[in-house]
């Protein structure tokens, strides 16, 4: 470590504090700042590569004592750090008083002016006997700085300028490959002293020169395929990897170049063959994959896999009885061949035929689907009509037993396509249609065009009327008018109106010539002829008689004939009763009124309503009309029958009157200041 030269603080004798006024040294007064020499002055950069001592900085401390100034001992000018990894300087600051003696005691803290870019380290005690604070530099940049010391937190700083250069040497030095400035000239790694160390020069490092590589020294940088020792690796190429003169030399022997010992492999051999690197000799009987080659289906495992025979039925040239002795089979035997048994000697099974034998040997004689089989289809109606549901069967079995499809309804026999269609709303032949023409049971339908119940043609056999042929009866002799029809009204108008072949059959023709007035017409020669008119009287005397001749006789009402001169009547003729006079109705519902019809005039009336009268006679009830009663209410009054004895009960009786019964028994006083009892009606004294 290079030791930094010392920076020298000179302070006060005493550090006190006082709160009169004071002259210390014959310095300044804490009221004037305590300048000593007027000013401040940073160190320079000397020639000789020294900092001169300069002014100190003028300030005040805590204690209130000026501080003259001192000389400070100087920094190298040029002071190298960091370069090699460690601490390249400390740092020595000594502390003295005015007459230059050492001050111990007194914290130091050291600082620079650009900050964290440079780390220096504080000092870690106090000044000691000699006056002096040990730090150091720790780390810092290249560049020029200004180092401060500050001496127990006073203001007055002590400060060197230096320029820190990133070197580990000195000037003159020898220059060295290690990424270092060694000779403080600014470069690194420049006109090294000294020849390079040799590299080697055999097999792959041919060639190869040593490089000066920094703070890695020197290196001989061989190719890729270079190793330090060959021996012990498996590298099989041909080349001397270790420059040592020999190739391919001392190898292990990789754990993959030939396959596990398994199978023929157990007998193959590793070696190296130079450039073509590692080669497995395989013995006889290997292939990469036997189950994709049937040859080596021989009960070895030829791939070295674990398995045996893999894909293979089979050891080749191995036999194995086969074939039954079932039906018509016989035993025989089979050969492997290439991994799979071949054909069986004996007689094999075959497909099954219809005829009686057991051809696939399976224990059965013409099962369903043999050769020559017919298609049997469900019939469990017996009808010999089965459903589409079949079997394909060498003969008839359990219900599947018709040869014929087409059922559509196989749980009656007497539904079939080959049944004959019956009047019954069943599909009875399987068509799709029910009840449809000329079915069992059909009755014959005519055409009728006039829908008046008779049709013309030949008709249809249906089992029902449908929307063309809708009526049972024929012979209409003219289907296009619905009044002529057989068994119609025969008319005197020229034509057959009832179709019994002949027309306007004398005097049984009808005749109406729309007039009701004229009498009834007859039938002849000419067409209908007019009757003796009708005489129209009703022999009642208010109506009014005429004939109307699309009705004949008419009768109609007259009430004028009916006046009877009365306003309080409702005149009116009756048809059959004649005139008829009501009273006029004036009742109001009210059960305490007597309705009456007053006339005002002979064309005016006017109903009165007068109260009901309700006096019953008797003097000892209330009488009153009470309409929710529905007349009249006469309530006994027991009160009003009081005849003021006390030897009577005095009672209402609603239809006799009053009523005084004797009270025998009872007290009473006779008026004499004697008590009585009653009797017969009447006091008598005790």
Request: glycine share 14%.
């Amino acid at each position: 470590m290079r030791r930094v030269g010392p920076i020298e603080l000179f302070a006060a004798t005493v550090f006190t504090c006082s709160l009169v006024a004071c002259t210390c040294g014959g310095g300044g007064t804490p009221a004037d700042g305590g300048l000593s020499d007027g000013g401040r002055t940073d160190a320079g950069i000397a020639d000789g590569g020294a900092l001169d001592g300069g002014a100190a900085d003028a300030g005040q401390h805590d204690g209130g004592l000026a501080v003259p100034s001192a000389s400070l001992s100087s920094l190298a000018a040029e002071t190298p750090v960091v370069a090699d990894g460690v601490t390249q300087g400390s740092i020595v600051v000594i502390v003295r008083d005015e007459a230059g003696n050492p001050l111990p005691g007194v914290e130091v803290v050291l600082s620079s002016s650009r900050g964290a870019q440079d780390q220096l380290t504080q000092p870690d005690a106090p000044t000691g006997s000699d006056g002096a604070a040990y730090g150091a530099i720790a780390s810092a940049v290249p560049g020029e700085t200004v180092v401060r010391a500050t001496a127990d937190g006073v203001a007055l700083l002590r400060t060197a300028r230096v320029r820190f250069i990133l070197c580990s040497g000195a000037p003159g030095d020898p220059e060295l490959c290690d990424g270092m400035d060694n000779d403080c000239d600014g470069a690194t790694d420049e006109d090294l002293v000294g020849p390079p160390p040799r590299c080697k020069g055999a097999g792959v490092c041919a060639g190869t020169e040593a490089v000066c590589d920094g703070s890695n020294g020197w290196l001989c940088k061989y190719p890729d395929t270079y190793v330090d020792v060959e021996e012990g690796t498996g590298l099989c190429d041909g080349l001397d990897n270790d420059c040592d003169g020999e190739t391919d030399e001392g190898l292990d022997v990789p754990a993959d170049v030939c396959p596990a010992p398994l199978g023929v492999c157990v007998d193959a051999t590793p070696s190296c063959q130079g450039e073509n690197g590692w080669v497995c000799t395989f013995p006889p009987g290997y292939v990469a994959d036997e189950g994709s080659d049937p040859t080596y289906c021989d009960g070895l495992d030829n791939d070295c896999d674990g398995l045996v025979d893999e894909g293979c039925d089979c050891v080749n040239g191995t036999t194995m009885p086969c074939g039954t002795d079932v039906g018509a089979c016989t035993p025989g035997e089979q050969t492997c061949v290439n991994g799979s048994w071949g054909p069986c000697s004996g007689q094999g099974p075959v497909a099954e035929q219809c005829n009686l034998l057991d051809d696939d040997c399976d224990g059965q004689t013409d099962e369903p689907d043999a050769q020559g089989c017919q298609l049997y289809y469900y019939d469990a109606d017996g009808d010999g009509v089965g459903i589409e549901d079949s079997m394909c069967l060498c003969s008839a079995q359990g219900l599947y037993r018709s040869m014929q499809s087409g059922d559509c309804n196989d749980l009656d026999p007497n539904v079939s396509p080959d049944a004959t269609e019956q009047c019954n709303l069943v599909d009875d032949d399987c068509d799709g249609q029910t009840d449809e023409a000329d079915a069992v049971g059909c009755q014959y339908y005519y055409a009728d065009q006039d829908m008046d119940g008779y049709g013309a043609g030949l008709g249809a056999c249906l089992c029902s009327a449908d929307a063309v042929y809708s009526s049972p009866y024929g012979n209409d002799c003219q289907d296009g008018d619905a009044s002529i029809y057989p068994g119609a009204t025969e008319w005197c108008d020229g034509l057959d109106n009832d179709c019994d072949g002949t027309t306007d059959e004398g005097a049984d023709a009808f005749c109406d010539d729309g007039n009701a007035c004229n009498g009834i017409e007859t039938c002849g020669a000419q067409g209908c002829q007019a009757g003796t008119p009708p005489v129209c009287d009703d022999g009642v005397a208010c109506t009014l008689d005429s004939c109307d001749p699309s009705t004949g006789c008419v009768y109609v009402p007259d009430p004028v004939a009916c006046d009877d001169a009365d306003p309080c009547t409702v005149d009116q003729c009756d048809p059959v009763q004649g005139c008829t006079h009501a009273p006029v109705d004036c009742d109001d519902a009210d059960p305490c009124t007597t309705d009456v019809c007053v006339v005002l005039s002979p064309d005016a009336f006017h109903c009165a309503h007068v109260p009901l009268l309700c006096d019953d006679g008797v003097a000892c009830t209330a009488d009153s009309c009470d309409a929710a009663a529905g007349g009249c209410v006469h309530q006994p009054q027991d009160s009003a029958c009081d005849d003021g004895n006390v030897c009577t009960i005095d009672l209402c009786d609603g239809q006799q009157g009053c009523a005084h019964l004797p009270n025998d028994g009872a007290p009473c006083s006779p008026g004499t200041g004697t008590c009585g009892t009653c009797q017969g009606g009447v006091c008598v004294p005790c």
